[in-house]
């Protein structure tokens, strides 16, 4: 739980709102009313938990943790010690401070603030505060202080000057840079001494609880070494109850007081929510207490937050919202800056006044001490000089005597004067000097209890004390951390429990996956083995299906007429579902399915000449030679028509050779009988043949003209193949 040391801009450290419960005990009434206690406290975690006596359940235990918790018996001294003290300590050393009391009405916010009048046992933070501020004041060496109080309420909305009744109706908020919100016409009373400061808080008018009360402390100090002036303030609210309208017994009035309060306390707590949110707009404007608070929640302050709640059932509703609330403060960050050397600082203005004042004083002193002495000199002057001239004035006798008795005149006259003069000028500078020590009374000078044993051990005593509460303090959150880390190990354990679990589901559900993945290698095994004989098979199938279609096409190579052939490959289409081949009629250019042409039916045949004879001797067997059309089978269209038919060609090299043999040695003998003239012609064919292998280049003059041309490689290829020949292939024969 780090609460404390965050930073958030360069040099100045953030501080959270500390949050401090208090519980108080069970009243008599709540006793006799047998009203059971709903709430527990543990001081030694931070702990509060919280019982909806409803549904009594372990499951309805609320639990809120905070930075210190204080049960029925915590004592006032014990509160103190621990959490206000340092933060007094803080405003001692130039910081803002606050702390302020909220709770339900009843809970103890006074008892908590202010404590029972005249017990010292009982003293609350307030009167604490004073001794401590104090105490420090008369230990400190070398230190002008300044110190103001104020005190004012809020109620129903209106600021009450709490010290000066007559200022009632005037005051009013305003703000400022660098000094925040303040009430301009608050008075207040500079103090010189505990005392003064006790008697003017306990003979004030009496707050009303209904009220939200504001003792505000401002001290001013200043190190006359260094002549550094530093501000520090303290805040200490006692907020009002708040309370439910149901339970404030309903007259007209005190409803609308009521609301008020009720009012500006959830205004109070928007802005705590705002904050602990960390939303961009915080409602302090909505309510003067908040305007108040301003710097308190969210700006330059130290703040400690005090929740009075009661332990009783029938408050448990009131109670689980104030610890809600002070949850959410938890989260509030302050930047509180020390206040050195500030403009507005009243001290440095009464510190100049005192110097000046005392150098008038003592300027006016010594220009009283030199007046008589001047006064005596000039007589001694005078009657030299009367010396001096007494020779002539024995001559003169007459005038001179009557000059003489004017000096005398003057003399006393002038004597007068100045004592007159001596006298206002006193007067003076005892004003003066009446002022500066009225100047020098409101300030107050550090260091006035010399420091004896008992100061000493009183000053230990305080370090001791700060010194334990900041232990306190540390074993409480150390706590809240362990706790946190027990949670945590709880956790962990929950979640290895449940990971336990499920790695022995999952080790069952493994088990069975290795069991089918077993049955399933070896069914792999298994039809792995029936596939290859699939396979053998198979291939000696295709085998013999290639050896038969290697045969069949070598059929329709050699024996089949390439027409036939073409039709058979444009045509034939596999029939999947029949599973076989048939002939499809032929398809036009169009997508039209071609036809043959078939007659008209209207126009009659060409009679033959046979015909018309037989009709002509009436013979019977005309029926056939009828003129109708007998035609009405639809027969395949031809791939090709007579019109396309082309002669052979004959390649030009057989032909010079069937013309050379044709020409040569002489007429063949045609009359003889065909095997002799063959055998002819064979033999023939045979010496041009084996003369034109022998010798090329006597080979006949159309060849070798066309040998002299450039070869391309189709024309040398078919040479080569025409020298491996000696006769040219038979047609069906030729290979494709
Ligand atoms: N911690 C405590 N120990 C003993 N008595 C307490 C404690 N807290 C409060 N009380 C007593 O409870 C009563 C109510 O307390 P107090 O008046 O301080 O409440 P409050 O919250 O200020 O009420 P209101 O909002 O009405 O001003 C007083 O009699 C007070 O002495």
């Not at 009360?213 to 002549?227: Q, R, V, Y």
Request: proline fraction near 4%.
């Amino acid at each position: 739980m780090e609460r404390h040391g965050r930073h958030k801009s360069a040099g100045v450290k953030n501080e959270c709102v500390q949050v401090v419960v208090r519980c108080r005990p069970l009243s008599n009434k709540e006793e006799a009313g047998n009203y059971q206690k709903v709430v527990e406290v543990f001081p030694a975690r931070g702990v509060v938990e919280i019982q909806n006596p409803q549904e009594v359940t372990k499951e309805n235990r609320k639990m809120f943790t905070y930075d210190a918790v204080y049960g029925p018996n915590a004592t006032q001294q014990n509160l103190y010690d621990e959490t206000v003290r340092p933060l007094v300590s803080s405003v001692l050393e130039g910081f803002n401070c606050c702390v302020f009391a909220y709770g339900q009405t009843g809970t103890g916010k006074t008892y908590t603030m202010e404590g029972v009048r005249g017990d010292p046992e009982d003293k609350g933070i307030i009167p604490r505060a004073f001794e401590q501020i104090w105490a420090h004041i008369n230990r400190a060496q070398n230190m002008n202080f300044l110190v103001a109080a104020s005190y004012l309420e809020i109620y129903m909305e209106e600021l009450r000057d709490l010290l000066k009744p007559s200022n009632r109706g005037g005051l009013e908020l305003r703000e400022r840079e660098n000094v925040g919100v303040y009430v301009p016409n608050l008075h207040s009373v500079l103090c010189k001494n505990v005392e003064d400061m006790v008697m003017g808080y306990t003979n004030m008018n009496e707050h009303s609880s209904r009220s939200h009360a504001i003792f505000l402390i401002k001290i001013e100090m200043c190190e006359l070494d260094s002549n550094t002036v530093k501000v520090g303030k303290l805040n200490l609210i006692d907020l009002a109850g708040s309370e439910r309208q149901s339970k404030t017994g309903a007259t007209a009035e005190r409803l609308k007081e009521a609301s008020k309060i009720n009012r500006a306390l959830s205004s109070l707590g928007n802005v705590i929510s705002a904050l602990a949110e960390n939303s961009p707009h915080i409602p302090y404007r909505d309510s003067k207490l908040t305007r108040l608070l301003q710097d308190s929640l969210g700006g330059n302050s130290k703040t400690i937050m005090i929740a009075n709640i009661g332990p009783s059932e029938y408050n448990y509703n009131e109670t689980l919202t104030t610890l809600r609330y002070a949850s959410r403060a938890k989260t509030i960050q302050n930047k509180p800056v020390k206040n050195e050397d500030p403009q507005d600082a009243k001290l440095k203005e009464y510190q100049a006044e005192i110097e000046r004042l005392r150098q008038l004083i003592e300027e006016r002193q010594k220009r009283e001490r030199s007046l008589p002495r001047r006064r005596k000199q000039k007589k001694r002057v005078h009657e030299y000089e009367k010396e001096e001239e007494s020779a002539e004035e024995e001559e003169e006798e007459y005038v001179s005597g009557e000059e003489n008795s004017k000096d005398n005149d003057l003399l006393q006259m002038a004597d007068k004067e100045s004592k007159e003069k001596i006298l206002r000028e006193r007067e003076v500078t005892n004003q003066l000097a009446s002022k500066l020590q009225e100047l020098e009374g409101q300030l107050v000078r550090g260091g006035r209890n010399i420091l004896d044993t008992y100061t000493e051990r009183q000053m230990e005593l305080e370090r001791k004390l700060s010194e334990i509460a900041e232990r306190k303090k540390r074993e409480v959150e150390m706590q809240q951390q362990l706790e946190l880390q027990e949670e945590t190990t709880l956790e962990i354990r929950e979640t290895v429990t449940s990971l336990q679990q499920e790695v022995d589901v999952k080790t069952r559900k493994l088990k069975k996956c290795y069991a089918k993945w077993v049955a399933l290698k070896q069914e792999l095994v298994d039809t792995r083995e029936e596939h290859n004989r699939d396979r053998r098979e198979l291939e000696m199938t295709q085998n013999e299906l290639i050896k038969e279609l290697k045969r069949l096409l070598l059929i329709i190579d050699n024996f089949v007429p390439a027409e036939v052939k073409s039709r058979l490959t444009t045509q034939a289409r596999y029939d999947e579902e029949q599973e076989e081949w048939n002939l499809c009629p032929l398809i036009a250019m169009d997508g039209q399915q071609m036809r043959r042409p078939v007659a008209q039916p209207a126009r009659r045949r060409p009679v033959s000449e046979y015909a018309l004879q037989q009709i002509r001797h009436g013979g019977q067997e005309t029926l056939r030679y009828r003129g109708e059309n007998i035609l009405s089978h639809e027969l395949d269209m031809p791939l090709r028509t007579t019109f396309e038919y082309r002669n052979p060609k004959v390649s030009a090299s057989l032909q010079a050779v069937l013309a050379e043999a044709m020409q040569t040695e002489g007429d063949l003998d045609i009359s003889t009988d065909h095997s002799n003239y063959t055998s002819q012609v064979k033999s023939r064919l045979d010496k041009i043949i084996n003369r034109n292998v022998n010798n090329p280049d006597a080979a006949p003059a159309a060849s070798r003209a066309r040998s002299s041309r450039p070869e391309t490689a189709a024309a040398r290829s078919a040479s080569a193949k025409r020298s491996t020949s000696a006769y040219p292939k038979a047609r069906g024969l030729i290979p494709k």
